[in-house]
């Protein structure tokens, strides 16, 4: 069964940095491309990077280059996204999601629950 | 960016009637060598991860019930709902994938009338 389950979400200090991990299973990780999407409190989904089956292109939402960084470790079967100089706006439940079609995986078809990142003082 | 717009944002429905959604991006997303449409459908019931329902715009993912059908090319597409079940009450969203960033619509709220 393929399962993805993120940890690393907390209440953060605006300015502050947090990573969170997604680990997978059920499926060759190596083989798929990845992504976090993020739902802000009763607001609707955006999509916040992309990284291709091997680590070796990555992309990000405009608003969040130069703060995030998606990675991976294929010996790991793991996720993560670096956030560093968090915002208010930054708040909301980050989703872990396989991809398929195309290098970056632009179909997301399993979701993990999500973890909640809160940014506040 | 392309912007993903669906209508309407919410709709009532009597159990076993047709729901109706509508999601229209403001470019085409119609890839002319593949003749495929870049659009997915995505279901969220309350408390849950979004599941996703369709994609290439009419490809239902295995699993999804043959009441849940995709349709339309270009920049204009639609998800219907056959016959309306009490399981079904969720926001529904569109999403592009022609192109980064990708991008959602609003997303539409079914309730049962």
Redesign the interface.
């Known amino acids: 069964e393929v399962q993805v389950l993120e940890s690393g979400g907390a209440l953060v200090q605006p300015g502050g940095s947090l990573r969170l991990s997604c680990a997978a299973s059920g499926f060759t990780f190596s083989s798929y491309a990845m992504n976090w999407v993020r739902q802000a409190p009763g607001k609707g989904l955006e999509w916040v990077s992309s990284i291709n089956n091997n680590g070796g292109s990555a992309y990000h939402t405009d608003s969040v280059k130069g703060r995030f960084t998606i990675s991976r470790d294929n010996s790991k079967n793991t996720l993560y996204l670096q956030m560093n100089s968090l915002r208010a706006e930054d708040t909301a439940v980050y989703y872990c999601v396989r991809g398929i079609v195309g290098a970056t995986g632009g179909v997301f078809d399993y979701w993990g629950q999500g973890t909640l990142v809160t940014v506040s003082s | 960016d392309i912007v993903m717009t669906q209508s309407p944002d919410s709709l009532a429905v009597s159990l076993g009637e047709r729901a109706t959604i509508n999601c229209k991006s403001s470019q085409s997303i119609l890839y002319s060598s593949s003749d495929k449409n870049?659009l997915?459908w995505?279901q969220?019931k309350l408390g849950q991860?979004?599941?996703?329902l369709i994609?290439w715009a009419s490809t239902r993912?295995s699993g999804v019930p043959d009441r849940f059908s995709g349709s339309g090319s270009g920049t204009d597409f639609t998800l219907t709902i056959s016959s309306l079940l009490a399981e079904d009450v969720a926001v529904y969203?569109c999403?592009q994938?022609y192109t980064?960033?990708?991008?959602?619509?609003?997303?539409t709220k079914v309730e049962i009338k």
Do not use: C, D, M
């Open positions: 870049y997915a995505y969220q991860p979004p599941k996703l994609y993912e969203y999403q994938y980064t960033p990708r991008t959602f619509g609003q997303g």
